[in-house]
């Protein structure tokens, strides 16, 4: 859930090459599954769970823009943990940024239902869209774009070896918050 109580700020992190990934095991009656045809409802209504969007209209919506003119990627790229009734609860994506030069291999879009937080769900989910990441665009830097509402989040993303960067450019995302985001978590950690 983001913790809309701190100063925002936009925080890109990288996962050098060559940097090992983690693997974290689900406990017992949860599965990965891939997106089908129509998951675009469960992923829209996870995200918005976490108050990344207003609701799931908007969701659906950047769903559709964001994601559907690649379809065919998606059923190897968009990663969902259901629990034992098969209800979808957490999301992934294993994506890229690009700025017609430059293709950046892209840890997007990572939520958990808050009623499943603290199952280490998000650790685990993460874990396995980085490895996807590995699998479908090799062994590159990986990056990752949040913000400082995650803050829990970004401490997860360090165990499975993102760590905050300050280059300017990250696919087609300005990385302009650095130093304010720098200041934000130094804060929240002390």
């Keep these: 859930m983001l913790d809309k109580t701190v100063p925002y700020a936009n925080v890109f992190m990288r996962r050098k090459k060559n940097t090992p990934i983690p693997q974290y095991p689900l406990p017992n009656g949860f599965k990965f599954t891939f997106y089908q045809p129509g998951d675009e409802v469960s992923w829209a209504k996870i995200e918005t769970s976490v108050l990344e969007f207003e609701n799931e209209q908007e969701a659906l919506e950047y769903f559709h823009g964001e994601f559907t ?90 165990k499975i070896g993102y760590e905050v960067t300050d280059e300017r450019y990250v696919g087609k995302y300005v990385n302009e918050d650095y130093e304010k985001a720098l200041a934000v978590l130094s804060h929240i950690a002390n």
């Excluded at 690649?70 to 940024?97: M, P, Y």
């Excluded at 869209?129 to 993303?157: C, M, N, P």
């Design 69 to 158: 003119p690649h379809a065919h990627e998606l059923d190897k790229r968009c990663l969902f943990i259901e629990n034992e009734k098969g209800e979808k609860i957490a999301t992934s994506t294993a994506w890229w940024t690009y700025t017609g030069t430059r293709r950046d291999p892209l840890l997007h879009w990572v939520a958990v239902m808050p009623a499943y937080q603290g199952l280490s769900l998000g650790k685990a989910i993460s874990a396995k869209a980085t490895q996807l990441l590995a699998d479908v665009e090799g062994d590159k830097d990986f990056y990752l774009k949040t913000q400082t509402w995650s803050h829990r989040a970004i401490r997860l993303y360090e």
